[in-house]
């Protein structure tokens, strides 16, 4: 097991966003993952990530409760606020029947952003996200008007979730863009072929979510979910698929006794060493000795045999099963494709 330490820092982007190497993915805390876990060990948990271990960058989204998380969150850091870099997102739209719709439209947007700002208790987001690209608006009505929320001071710095290389580059030119966020994990790496080059040619951060593979780098067991984790959904954690993953588990899990340091460690160390300074993982998590853990990947040190025996132990091609529910993947970057500025019927109005 390696050593204990405090998370180093490191600019996310060319911005001048200064974060922990290291974050923490906030989700599981109330949502998705099973049912809310106590808010006051989870308020304890994060003050603990953050005046013992040293980590600053807290990752929330409206939708996460949906609302509760960005409460949470709020609690935690009073007393705190100068310590921490509060990340959340807007998009996903909710309505009385609790379905969820993708919303970019300058109303939204603002209306969206004021009531973050009033469950988070803060005057000013550090880091606000577009969660989900909507195909019925072109970004560049969507980053126009959250580039007015920066210019009046309730948003420092603008970030992407799941946007597409041609999308981010949009964005980038209406408002420079901190940090786009991605699931990247050693399961899931199609974001290597042109959304990290994307990022890294135009100075944006890269903000891994579910660098453990949802807790499948981390020994999950689907006999161990609830009813209600969105986990059953994932394809590669599923029957046929999630025995034949198995198997290619048990070779990094000889990698990882090689290397003296657990299975999520060296998980983690992989994404931070191939994403190097400015690639920020958000790993989630409810359980002190976790975090523990995961902070302690910062220290662990691979070489470039070690990187490519990880890589060749888990070939893309290999991995069965997709990364997310088919239904989800529709709203993520792989099928978004924004319609053109000039055939938005608001465009005009919007912009002036």
Known sequence: MALLQQVPRTKLGSQGLEVSRLGLGCMGMSSFYGPARPEEEMVELIRYAVEQLGVTLLDTSDTYGPFTNEVLIGKAIKGIRDKVQIATKFALHIDKDGNRTVRGDPEYVRAACEASLKRLDVEQIDLYYQHRVDTKVPIEITVGEMKKLVEEGKVKYLGLSEASPSEIRRAHAVHPITA?????????????????????????????????GRGFLAGLKPENLTENDFRKTVPFVQGENFEKNKLLLEQVSKIAEKKKCSL?????????????????????????????????????????????????????????????????????????????LSSWKGAAAAQT
């Not at 959304?195 to 891994?208: F, Y």
């Open 264 to 340: 999520s460690q060296l998980a983690l160390a992989w994404v931070l060493q191939k994403g190097g300074n400015g690639t920020v993982p958000i790993p989630g998590t409810t359980k002190k000795a976790n975090l523990e853990a995961n902070v302690g990947a910062v220290s662990v040190k691979l070489s470039e045999e070690e990187m490519h025996e990880l890589e060749s132990a888990i070939p893309p091609e290999a991995v069965s099963g997709q990364r997310s529910h088919p239904t989800y993947m529709t709203q993520s970057w792989l099928y978004s494709h924004t319609p053109p």
């Open 180 to 212: 786009v966020q991605l699931e990247w994990s050693l399961w899931v790496r199609d974001v290597e072929e042109s959304v990290i080059p994307t990022c890294r040619e135009l100075g944006i951060g890269v903000v891994p979510y579910s660098p453990l």
